[in-house]
């Protein structure tokens, strides 16, 4: 009957353990997220989510807790130097993020940055788009896509709170995970 009693109140503090955490963990992504918006809103950056964000949306509604972090791309365009969005992206760090704030370059192309940034629970990475010729080049893959396949931007939801996606959803999601993506399993992907 003891053994019982323990292995029961066992049970019970894991359950009740990963069970804080798991939504613990979905409010950090929630509160980057609202706060990444509402920043990049104010700086007046084009912005959308991508990668397993935008696959969340997409299939679920919400957050692919598995995915690991929030996806965020941002429109580097004639309007917007290069400068003037690395500081964007500063006040970005300060305002919604604890540390880590690092930066890679595409490999192939001058420019499109890729920024790691996180909270103490949660990371985000910020995936630059640099238009060029009715283009836009992705930091993620070094690749070109055509504008239209992004631009304009339509409004999605994921959590519950409004934000933009790319144009062509299904085009961005057959790229990162193929066909697979609108009925495959979803812990095969990551």
Same mark, same amino acid.
């Given at each position: 009957? !003891?053994?019982?009693?323990?292995?029961?109140? &066992?049970?019970?503090?894991?359950? /009740?353990?990963?069970?804080?955490?798991?939504?613990? =963990?979905?409010?950090?992504?929630?509160?980057?997220?609202?706060?990444?918006? %509402?920043?990049?809103? %104010?700086?007046?950056?084009?912005?959308?989510?991508?990668?397993?964000? /935008?696959?969340?949306? *997409?299939?679920?509604?919400?957050?692919?807790?598995?995915?690991?972090?929030?996806?965020? &791309?941002?429109? $580097?365009?004639?309007?917007?130097?290069?400068?003037?969005?690395?500081?964007?992206?500063?006040?970005?760090?300060?305002?919604?993020?604890?540390?880590?704030?690092?930066? $890679? *370059?595409?490999?192939?192309?001058?420019?499109?940055?890729?920024?790691?940034?996180?909270?103490? =629970?949660?990371? &985000?990475? !910020?995936?630059?788009?640099?238009?060029?010729?009715?283009?836009?080049?992705?930091?993620?893959?070094?690749?070109?896509?055509? &504008?239209?396949?992004?631009?304009?931007?339509? *409004?999605?939801?994921?959590?519950?709170?409004? !934000?933009?996606?790319?144009?062509?959803?299904?085009?961005?999601?057959?790229?990162?995970?193929?066909?697979?993506? $609108?009925?495959?399993?979803?812990?095969?992907?990551?």
């Amino acid at each position: 009957m !003891i053994v019982i009693a323990v292995v029961g109140v &066992a049970c019970a503090v894991a359950i /009740l353990y990963c069970t804080h955490i798991y939504y613990d =963990r979905e409010q950090a992504l929630y509160d980057a997220l609202v706060c990444t918006k %509402n920043v990049m809103t %104010n700086e007046q950056l084009d912005h959308w989510i991508t990668n397993g964000t /935008l696959l969340g949306s *997409a299939r679920l509604g919400r957050f692919v807790m598995w995915d690991g972090e929030l996806d965020v &791309a941002v429109l $580097q365009d004639s309007s917007v130097s290069s400068d003037v969005l690395q500081q964007s992206i500063d006040v970005l760090a300060a305002s919604c993020f604890t540390y880590s704030n690092s930066m $890679q *370059a595409g490999s192939d192309l001058r420019g499109p940055r890729r920024w790691r940034l996180c909270t103490s =629970r949660v990371c &985000a990475e !910020i995936h630059e788009f640099v238009s060029t010729k009715g283009s836009l080049f992705l930091s993620s893959v070094d690749g070109v896509v055509a &504008a239209n396949q992004t631009l304009p931007l339509v *409004a999605c939801q994921v959590q519950g709170v409004d !934000i933009s996606c790319p144009s062509n959803t299904t085009f961005f999601l057959d790229a990162a995970y193929g066909a697979e993506w $609108q009925s495959g399993s979803l812990t095969a992907m990551f």
